[in-house]
């Protein structure tokens, strides 16, 4: 079957760094992606690996190792505005189906 | 303008209804996709269309029954609404190869009594 494990919530202050760490156990890779939705709103598509190593999208960036079903986003200077859920996501299935976590939850304080 | 659109926005209707949600993308996708989202947030894909064919059916029960006329277009029809149906249902378009980025439309939040 497939399943992704990721954190329920974290919480960090305004200015610091925040690593949220997603495993995934799956049949067929197509990549690991990144969503993210705040409250009432849609998700929308942060960041994408489809092959080991960094990615880097501005103050966002991520991981993955396929040797160890593993990956990450670590988000940098932290704003109120990221306050939101944040989902690690896998494709397979000829890339026709894709897998979702259950979201962490992200608080930005003050 | 909008790429992934959705109607309504919000659907409140009674147990044994028969109620749709239509969707439809611009940005040329051939494949879309419906999702559905519980109070929990659980993000979970119910059926995928790649040119108008069905793809994926994730164990729906057949009260749902998606359509795909063109594709732009992926409407879903449900049939006898239970009270396990309310969520909010989120329709997605991406091309199947590349990075696979999905488009969510703006989310049916669809509440059955």
């Known amino acids: 079957g497939q399943s992704l494990e990721q954190p329920s919530e974290v919480t960090a202050v305004e200015g610091a760094i925040v690593q949220i760490n997603c495993t995934y156990q799956?049949?067929?890779?197509?990549?690991l992606s990144w969503y993210q939705q705040h409250d009432g709103g849609a998700p929308t598509f942060l960041s994408y690996n489809g092959l080991d190593g960094l990615e880097e999208t501005g103050r966002f960036s991520s991981f993955l190792s396929r040797s160890d079903s593993y990956g990450y986003l670590l988000l940098q200077e932290l704003q109120m505005k990221d306050s939101a859920s944040y989902f690690c996501a896998v494709r397979g299935t000829g890339g026709f189906k894709t897998i979702f976590g259950a979201g962490t939850r992200l608080f930005v304080k003050a | 303008d909008t790429a992934v659109s959705q109607t309504p926005k919000y659907l409140v209707t009674q147990m044994g209804n028969d109620k749709s949600i239509k969707c439809e993308q611009n940005?040329?996708?051939?494949?879309m996709y419906w999702y559905k989202q519980d109070s929990k947030k659980f993000l979970k894909i119910m059926f995928s269309y790649n040119n108008k064919e069905l793809i994926i059916n994730e164990t729906v029960p057949n009260r749902f029954s998606p359509k795909s006329p063109d594709k732009a277009h992926l409407n879903l029809h449900i049939n006898s609404l239970e009270l396990g149906d309310s969520a909010v249902y989120f329709c997605?378009?991406?091309?199947?190869?590349?990075?696979?980025?999905?488009?969510f439309g703006p989310g049916t939040r669809l509440t059955v009594t």
């Open positions: 799956t049949s067929g890779f197509y990549g």
């Open positions: 940005l040329g996708h051939d494949t």
């Open positions: 997605a378009s991406s091309q199947p190869s590349g990075r696979g980025e999905q488009y």
